[in-house]
Each structure stands twice: as structure tokens, then as C-alpha cells.
């Protein structure tokens, strides 16, 4: 009788830990989100996106973590997977899916991103995980 107790609650343990585990693990290693693939809540020029955040004192959280679309002018471009657009959005692509891509300076561009949130020491708004819509 004893024994019996004692072999139904090492089960129960071990069924508690194992749904626990496989819940943890689940949650902990949830798949990427696909930037390219979702729709933009937004299109916006990076002038635009610039002021929205230094308006609201950089607190803009209905942009942040979002999907956006962004367009200007290159002005700056550093190691080929970075470009600033108008000297206001500091944008970060995907190497992946831009390889072979050649950005020049002064040129206008559009791209699909996600909106990091503004940058007050550097005063610019980031934006990563970007791909090219139109160069």
C-alpha cells in the first residue's frame, strides 16, 4: 500500500515537471517573426517618423515594436548593412535578403521595417530587421 503511494506520486511529479518543462521550453523558443512577410501599419517619411518621436519626447509606443514602411534620402552608409535616411532614421537591413544590394548616397529609397524606438542620446529613430522595397 505503502509503495503504491509512493510510485503514484513520483508519477504525478513527473508529469507536472514534464508539462511544466515542455511549457517553458515552448514559450522560451518561439519562432522569429517574419518582417518581410507582414503587412506595414504604416508608411512614413523618415522626417515624419523623426518628429512623431521628438514631439511626443521620444515616448511614441504605438510605433514601437511595430512594422512600418519608411522613405527619403540615403545620406549616410556605413559597412553595407547600415543606412541613415535623411540623418533621421538610422536603419539596419537583413544581409540575407539584401545580398548584392549597392546603396549610394543622395539616392531616395523605401523600406519595410521594424521601428526600435528613438535614440535620445543620438537624437535618430532605429529601425532593424529592414528589407528593400524600393530602391
Do not use: W
Not at 500500500?1 to 504525478?12: G, N, Y
Not at 518628429?51 to 556605413?78: R, W, Y
Not at 535614440?119 to 528589407?131: G, T
Request: hydrophobic residues 40%; positive net charge; charged residues 20%.
Amino acid at each position: 500500500m505503502k509503495r503504491k503511494k509512493h510510485l503514484t506520486l513520483i508519477v504525478a511529479i513527473g508529469i507536472v515537471t514534464a508539462v511544466t518543462t515542455f511549457l517553458t521550453l515552448s514559450y522560451m523558443f518561439k519562432p522569429h517573426r517574419n518582417i518581410a512577410g507582414e503587412r506595414a501599419i504604416a508608411s512614413i517619411s523618415a522626417t515624419e517618423l523623426h518628429d512623431t518621436f521628438v514631439n511626443s519626447n521620444g515616448s511614441s509606443v504605438s510605433l514601437a515594436n511595430k512594422t512600418i514602411e519608411v522613405n527619403g534620402s540615403i545620406t549616410e552608409i556605413e559597412q553595407l548593412r547600415t543606412v541613415y535616411i535623411d540623418n533621421k532614421v538610422q536603419v539596419d537591413f537583413d544581409t540575407q535578403k539584401q545580398a548584392g544590394v549597392v546603396f549610394v548616397n543622395g539616392s531616395n529609397i523605401k523600406i519595410k521595417g521594424r521601428c526600435i524606438g528613438f535614440d535620445d542620446l543620438l537624437e535618430i529613430v532605429k529601425i532593424d530587421q529592414a528589407v528593400l522595397i524600393k530602391n
